[in-house]
């Protein structure tokens, strides 16, 4: 197998500190190095639609929450994985952008009713397929079979880790 980048920052850490052993980053630093690069190629492929690849997710969200397209910010920052405040400067511009309005609750005034415009959805739908069609390309270098072993794999440390907050 061909060596990375990771190998090196293992093999330093092992000459540096021979007392730690630093095996859990040879998947956790991959994880974050690829991470990273998703990020950035997923939101240079939305560019041309206005949004970051988070921005998106938030649409993709609500879209997939079904009609009316229409969830409180609390539910929407569980399916993120994100605090509350980190959800209200994402969600900021998005209305701004008249991509959601946001409203009062009626059945709990403490609370906030996040909604897809019509414009979101318009957005939304067009932007996820050629999203899904980005992120094909990112796997392409594995075969359908590794990619479901990888995915089960990850299904498991997920697991193992349980609902961590962001």
Known sequence: MERDFVDDVLDQWRAQRPDLDPAPLSVLARLTRIAR????????????????????????TLRRA???????LSEIARWMLAGNSTMTSRLDRLVAAGLVDRKQN?????????????????LVDEAVAVELAEQEKLVSGLSGEDQRELADLLRRLCRSMGEIPD
């Open 37 to 60: 690069r998703v990020t950035r190629r997923l939101d240079e492929t939305l560019k041309g639609y206005g949004v970051l690849h988070a921005d998106l997710d938030i649409l993709a």
């Open 66 to 72: 079904g009609a009316p397209y229409e969830l409180t």
């Open 106 to 122: 009626p059945a709990n005034r403490r609370t906030a009713l996040i909604r897809l415009t019509p414009a979101g959805l318009a």
